[in-house]
């Protein structure tokens, strides 16, 4: 059973950055499919973004060009870097580990293991 850690949420303004970082319990990130999700109040649960064991990224559209994942398997530690955030960002933010690691996906059930969320408000 792997131990998700967040750290990073908090209160931003529009246009603003946050970096949000997920530690994994295991020496042996570099096998798995690690992701970001999100939960706004009333919606959904919604992928954001993951980085498969091969390297491939994905984005859901509202996030492209202004969300950078990334991962650091030797600390076993991957990353959300969230520039020019908007006030539609705000949620609980999720990391989330697949044990089925090559194949890039943004939906709850590819993913094993879930962190405890951390919240990040986007406001002026």
């Known amino acids: 059973q792997l131990q998700l850690v967040e750290s990073g949420g908090g209160l931003a303004q529009p246009g603003g950055s946050l970096r949000l970082s997920c530690v994994v319990s295991?020496?042996?990130?570099?096998?798995?499919?690690v992701g970001w999700f999100r939960q706004a109040p009333g919606k959904e649960r919604e992928g954001v973004s993951c980085?498969?064991?091969?390297?491939?990224?994905d984005y859901v559209d509202s996030v492209k060009d202004r969300f950078i994942i990334s991962r650091d398997d030797a600390k076993s530690t991957f990353y959300l870097q969230m520039n020019s955030l908007k006030p539609d960002d705000t949620a609980d933010y999720y990391c989330?580990?697949?044990?089925?690691?090559?194949?890039?996906?943004?939906?709850?059930?590819?993913?094993?293991?879930w962190g405890q969320g951390t919240q990040v408000t986007v406001s002026s």
């Open positions: 295991t020496s042996n990130l570099d096998y798995y499919l």
């Open positions: 989330a580990v697949g044990r089925i690691g090559w194949k890039p996906a943004l939906v709850s059930k590819s993913y094993d293991y």
């Open positions: 980085i498969s064991s091969t390297g491939r990224i």
